[in-house]
């Protein structure tokens, strides 16, 4: 059950992709942090890229007008995937970084409550679909096409993130060592408006009533997904099946159910509900429940 070497590496019973290194991973403990600084941290596949969008759209001017064309992997970049091998330090403040990185590998001055920290959380049915096909469009991730298999995987926390309900937790425990703001993917379906002010509250970023219009209406999915520099449509072919979709696919709530057998479902229950009840977050599982 072990993923492969050709894929992922583990760090501190973490498990990254081999886009990056271990001697990289390990250099962040003393990255320089701003007060100013604002990450973006999730669990794969929990709405990353749709709060990198609503970011970029907040914080950048050029971005919301249309008048910068400036791709979101560089408006918010990876701070454990530095692909591009920029010079973080030289990033204009206020500097946006996203991260899946567990709470306890975070830089050192983060823990201290330094920089502002939003964690994003998904339903994890949703989230293991979403990345079940995800794994399929990305030529950096091992593509397991038996669900069963990827099932069993995700649930051992043997991906990209490992243990999904072990990060979600983590960063939920340790909440007082940081200044964070917690939102589920699921309440910004339901109210991008609301989300977006909390946002804007907690980072300290004060826009016009229209100009928080134009961020909600230009960071709905269906506008995301026509947005080349949201959608990621500039990665290169060696990292994406460009035949086989794009990085943006549904963007909905309860999409597990057009995939999960009843089965599946009461094996993942069985595995995760009873421990997900210690969560103070209220999971929604199906459109119908917004």
């Known amino acids: 059950m072990e993923p492969s070497k050709e894929y992922l590496f583990s760090y501190k019973g973490f498990y990254f992709s081999v886009t990056t290194t271990p001697e990289y991973v390990a250099s962040l403990e003393d990255f320089e942090i701003n007060d100013s600084d604002i990450f973006i941290a999730t669990y794969p596949k929990s709405g990353t890229v749709w709060t990198q969008n609503i970011m970029s759209l907040i914080m ?5 007008t249309g008048a910068e064309n400036v791709d979101i ?3 918010v970049p990876w701070l454990e995937y ?3 091998k920029t010079d973080y330090t030289q990033r204009p403040l206020p500097r946006v970084f996203a991260t899946h990185l567990p709470y306890y590998l975070v830089p050192r001055d983060l823990r201290n409550k330094r920089a502002h920290i939003i964690y994003i959380t998904r339903n994890p049915k949703d989230v293991m679909v ?3 096909h995800f794994s399929k469009y990305m030529n950096t991730l091992e593509e397991i096409p038996d669900l069963n298999v990827f099932m069993d995987r995700f649930l051992a926390g043997k991906v990209l993130g490992s243990s999904w309900l072990d990060h ?8 007082e060592d940081f200044n964070i703001l917690f939102l589920t993917y699921e309440e910004m379906k339901k109210d991008l408006r609301s989300a977006v002010l909390k946002i804007c509250k907690f980072v300290g970023k004060k826009l016009s009533e229209e100009e928080v219009d134009n961020v909600v209406r230009q ?6 997904r026509k947005d080349p520099r949201a959608n990621y449509e500039s990665l290169p072919d060696d ?26 479902n009461e094996k993942f229950d ?4 009873e421990k997900m009840k210690t969560l103070p977050i209220k999971f929604i599982w199906d459109i119908n429940e917004m």
Request: zero cysteines.
């Open 82 to 84: 530095n692909i591009g």
């Open 219 to 224: 960071a709905t999915f269906e506008n995301m």
């Open 73 to 75: 992997m560089q408006r």
């Open 168 to 175: 979600v937790v983590g960063w939920y425990n340790h909440a």
């Open 270 to 273: 069985k595995v995760l509900q």
């Open 239 to 264: 990292l994406v099946k460009k035949e086989k979709g794009s990085f943006l696919r549904k963007g909905t709530v309860g999409d597990w159910k057009n995939i999960m057998t009843v089965a599946q």
């Open 130 to 132: 979403s990345y079940y």
């Open 60 to 64: 950048y001017e050029g971005h919301r």
